[in-house]
């Protein structure tokens, strides 16, 4: 009941959801040996995709959020974290993220293309926009800008929360006082630098190399393997 797990519950179905949408397609294409996929089931992947993948971005912040509440105003950690602080920002994350899913997913649909061999093993936008036959200007900018807003203003947040938790612990005079307070939030950043440190590697190699296949298997990284480790690693904290 503490607001940490709570949160973790969330981030706990927002991982589960954010696998399911590639991974099962994945395995039935290996299995059957076909990588066909309806256009529809491609727009319904796009936006499931998008949608518990800022999600997870969203619960992280929070998280962090959590963390710097707990650990530079102790106490008043649970006047500040109450259970409908958390009830709120938990709903307006999932709002957030179902809006922003819808729009894009909808600006892919008025989209034309000539034939459609997405080079992934899912249905990725970026991908999608790039095979388009139609201006796609709206589509990029309108992407760009969500990343911007979803992936670099939450990042902001969880850089700016752990300078202060950081900080905070630099202030604290016992060896043993600063193990303990960082203990509580090494779960939390192992997850973090994990979720980003892999989802920059992918875009910026990717950019980088304008390799499509090498872009696939690094996304393996944060689309299964990352979410694998998130129960491991707060199983052990």
């Known amino acids: 009941h503490s607001p940490m797990y709570f949160l973790l519950c969330n981030l706990s179905l927002a991982d ?5 949408t590639t991974v099962p397609k994945m395995l039935v294409n290996i299995q059957t040996q076909s990588k066909a996929i309806t256009y529809a089931g491609c727009i319904t992947q796009i936006y499931f995709l998008i949608l518990f993948a800022a999600l997870d971005i969203l ?3 929070m998280m962090a959020y959590d963390r710097y509440v707990a650990i530079c105003h102790p106490l008043h950690y649970t006047v500040i974290m109450n259970p409908h602080l958390c009830r709120m920002l938990v709903l307006i994350s999932w709002v957030i993220s179902i809006l922003n899913s819808l729009l894009q997913s909808l600006l892919a649909l008025r989209l034309s293309f000539t034939a459609l061999e997405v080079p992934h093993f899912f249905c990725e936008l970026n991908q999608m926009i790039q095979l388009a036959c139609s201006d796609a200007f709206l589509n990029n900018m309108v992407m760009y800008c969500s990343a911007l807003l979803l992936g670099g203003g939450p990042f902001a947040g969880v850089l700016y929360s752990y300078s202060k938790i950081v ?3 630099r202030a604290i005079p016992s060896a043993q006082g600063k193990c303990k307070a960082f ?3 090494a779960s939390h950043l192992s997850v973090v630098s994990l979720f980003y440190g892999t989802l920059l590697g992918v875009y910026l ?3 980088a190399t304008h390799s499509s296949q090498s872009s696939a298997v690094a996304s393996v990284v944060y689309t299964v393997v990352t979410p694998m480790l998130n129960p491991l690693i707060y199983t052990l904290r």
């Open 205 to 207: 190699s990717s950019a």
């Open 167 to 169: 900080s905070s612990i």
């Open 59 to 61: 619960l992280l912040t």
């Open 183 to 185: 203990s509580t939030c």
């Open 16 to 20: 589960i959801c954010f696998t399911s």
